[in-house]
């Protein structure tokens, strides 16, 4: 080993380990998992309304629907969410989400919205059409019917008494041609929705508007009801500015929202995003939603963390006593393993990976896989040393055979975690990457750290025959 060499890896690894310190001393942090950061866990069913029947591409509508699940929960800024399938139910899981009824909306709202024509006003309280205190059934987009408006809060059965009914056509317009939807300040004391229309959505938006237009000009109720998830959140009248035969053009409209300034203001911005990210391809229903307990979490790590300084001082008094100096070297390689670990699963955080049991159980095991390098590397150099050859001619064969062994367990090992990476979902992923980034920093630190502080305390006669505990090579002609 030229020593020149051995000196610029080492400094080269202890440059990259400075970086991480440095990182790591400005209060970055791992991204902690639901198990670890508490949550909440949640299990949603599939609904089918009354007299729907079972879609033929229902495992192709559960995907979609669990994709819409995934891009609003991506909304939220949800850090490592775990959003699968469990046979026919949906897994949620969002670590870290502390409010459990408003990840329920957001997450469980269908959001399908349809722009009707009204044709007829009910007075309050009508027994014509559904009962407004009952769950609603769907009106299909090609048929007309009665719809309830929004409910006041309070009691339902009270407020049912006041809430407006409409009858309206089949819907004009859908929200699939919604582009965008944003928040934005209606006035001094609400919040409502602007959405945005795609072309064609423009073109049956200015139709309507127009039809409307007429229709107000003939003294009718020249109404636009905002239908969402069958129940009309406003309706209102064509503007006097709005021409007949000409529509709104521009491809805009707004839902307004109800409630004091800060209450309409979270809804509005909810409610663009399950506009935003596109309507529940089938109705669901929560079968279990469960906070999970951040105590819990953290005694879990408190737990996994002590296991693994146990099985860390166990490793370092076995390299010590075994290996004397060059233990120490291993320990040393140990910490700097801990160190780049932690730093990489704290970068990951910043792209969305959070630290999980599973993933802390991976990073464990891993402690045996970089101890067992040095261990292959410092038999090798017994063996060598055993045939008589000095302590710097052996370490340099001892860690090329070493390394050669090493490279191929550890390809064996990094081959079997980037497979159960792609195959496994949840928490058992977040195993399988802890195990290979730690496959591949053993495979770094072995070359750059041990492969140099070896070679030059061997090369500077810091460690000898008794360092390494090799026996005397015997000696031809001894006394008997």
């Known amino acids: 080993m030229n020593k020149r060499n051995l000196v610029v890896s080492l400094v080269a690894s202890l440059l990259v380990v400075a970086g991480v310190i440095a990182y790591l001393a400005t209060g970055a942090r791992p991204q902690l998992g639901l198990d670890l950061r508490g949550g909440i866990s949640a299990i949603y069913s599939p609904v089918l309304n009354e007299g729907e029947e079972r879609p033929e591409d229902f495992e192709a509508v559960l995907d979609e629907t669990i994709e819409v699940i995934r891009a609003r929960v991506d909304s939220l800024g949800v850090a490592e969410p775990d959003i699968s399938r469990q046979g026919e139910d949906v897994l949620v899981q969002l670590p870290g989400l502390d409010d459990p009824e408003r990840a329920q909306e957001i997450i469980g709202t269908t959001a399908k919205l349809t722009f009707r024509p009204v044709e007829e006003v009910l007075p309050p309280g009508s027994e014509e059409g559904p009962d407004c205190t009952q769950e609603l059934t769907e009106l299909p987009e090609d048929e007309g019917g009665i719809v309830c408006g929004a409910s006041t809060e309070g009691d339902l059965a009270e407020a049912a008494l006041g809430v407006q009914k409409y009858r309206v056509g089949p819907a004009a317009l859908t929200g699939d041609r919604i582009e965008d939807a944003l928040p934005v300040l209606a006035g001094a004391t609400s919040w409502s929705v602007s959405l945005d229309l795609d072309g064609q959505g423009a073109e049956q938006f200015a139709e309507i508007t127009s039809e409307l237009a007429c229709q107000r000009d003939q003294g009718q109720p020249g109404l636009l009801a905002i239908v969402l998830d069958n129940v009309v959140e406003s309706a209102p009248a064509m503007n006097p500015e709005v021409a007949c035969g000409a529509g709104i053009q521009g491809g805009q409209a707004a839902i307004s929202v109800g409630g004091g300034l800060e209450e309409s203001e979270e809804e509005a911005r909810d409610l663009a995003l399950v506009l935003k990210t596109g309507a529940l391809p089938i109705t669901l229903e929560p079968s279990t939603f469960d906070t999970v307990s951040a105590t819990l979490g953290a005694e879990s790590l408190r737990n996994g963390l002590l296991a693994g300084l146990i ?11 075994f290996y004397r100096v060059l233990g120490l070297v291993a320990i040393s390689g140990l910490l700097i393993f801990a160190v ?22 991976g990073v464990i095991v891993s402690i045996g896989i970089t101890a067992d390098s040095s261990i292959i590397f410092f038999e090798r150099l017994r063996d060598e040393v055993a045939l008589g050859k000095t302590i710097r001619t052996s370490a340099n064969k001892a860690f090329s ?4 062994t090493n490279l191929t367990g550890n390809t064996s090992t990094l081959a079997a975690a980037i497979i159960l990476y792609m195959l496994a979902v949840g928490p058992v992923r977040g195993f399988a990457l802890t195990l290979g980034m730690a496959t591949i920093l053993d495979i770094f630190i072995m070359y750059f750290f041990t492969r140099p502080m070896v070679g030059l305390l061997a090369g500077g006669g810091r460690i000898g025959r008794r360092s390494v505990r090799a026996p005397e090579p015997a000696v031809a002609g001894g006394a008997r």
């Open 401 to 404: 055979s070493a390394f050669r």
């Open 340 to 361: 780049m670990m932690t730093g990489l699963i704290t970068a990951l955080g910043e792209i969305g990976f959070a630290l999980t049991l599973a993933g802390v159980a």
């Open 311 to 321: 099985g860390l001082a166990i490793v370092a008094v076995y390299l010590t006593f």
